[in-house]
């Protein structure tokens, strides 16, 4: 079957950095992307990966490697706005856009 | 652009009654994506369409669900009847090019269900 698996729940301090892991059993794989849920919100994009290795964006970075089935989003110099669920998603298949997503990962920022 | 746009944003039910939800998707794209999100299950896809045309259901809990597309612009997802199983929050998606690029779906705000 299909499976993504993230822990739950993750605890940081601002100015701090953590990493949020993310492996995944999938029949196939063409992309996995991150997504950021603010509490009451739509989930908004941060980062996809296709190939092995790391993607950098600013503050945010997301690491792949296929043969382990497995990622992570990675967060420098924590901000209290950064408090918000990390949705990890995979596409299964090319020619299509129907993603698999994780149960996400509730991160908490304290100062 | 607008971005997604759904409504209603909060819908209050009775079991036994019809919820219909509705979505105008991004002008211009060609995908759009229904889905329903639960603290215990998550984001789970219910159905999507290219170009108004239904590509896979597979997600569709059971024949209470049923899914519309009748033009670019406008999609309903109706549940009848409704229970309180049911409540979840339901997100619409769209985005341009589907599986064939990097490009990300981009979601509405949501419809927040409670069925009593």
């Known amino acids: 079957g299909q499976n993504i698996d993230q822990p739950t729940e993750m605890t940081a301090t601002e100015g701090a950095i953590v990493q949020i892991n993310c492996t995944y059993q999938?029949?196939?794989?063409?992309?996995l992307f991150w997504y950021q849920q603010h509490a009451g919100e739509a989930p908004t994009f941060l980062s996809y990966?296709?190939?092995?290795g790391l993607e950098e964006k600013g503050r945010f970075s997301s690491f792949l490697s296929r043969s382990k089935g497995y990622s992570y989003l990675l967060l420098k110099e924590l901000q209290m706005k950064d408090s918000a669920s990390y949705l990890c998603?995979?596409?299964?298949?090319?020619?299509?856009?129907?993603?698999?997503f994780g149960t996400g990962t509730r991160l908490q920022v304290f100062p | 652009d607008a971005g997604v746009i759904q409504s209603p944003r909060h819908e209050v039910t009775e079991m036994g009654q019809e919820v219909t939800l509705r979505c105008k998707p991004i002008?211009?794209?060609?995908?759009l994506f229904w889905y329903r999100q639960t603290m215990m299950r998550g984001l789970e896809l219910l159905i999507y369409?290219?170009?108004?045309?239904?590509?896979?259901d597979s997600g569709m809990p059971e024949d209470r669900f049923s899914a519309k597309m009748p033009n670019a612009s406008f999609s309903t997802l109706k549940i009848q009847p409704s229970e309180p199983r049911d409540s979840a929050v339901y997100f619409c998606?769209?985005?341009?090019?589907?599986?064939?690029?990097?490009?990300?779906?981009?979601f509405g705000p949501g419809t927040r269900l409670l069925v009593l």
């Open positions: 998603a995979v596409r299964d298949r090319p020619g299509t856009d129907k993603l698999i």
């Open positions: 999938t029949s196939g794989f063409n992309g």
């Open positions: 990966n296709v190939l092995d």
């Open positions: 002008s211009g794209h060609d995908y």
């Open positions: 369409f290219n170009n108004n045309v239904p590509i896979d």
């Open positions: 998606a769209s985005n341009e090019y589907g599986g064939r690029r990097q490009e990300t779906q981009y």
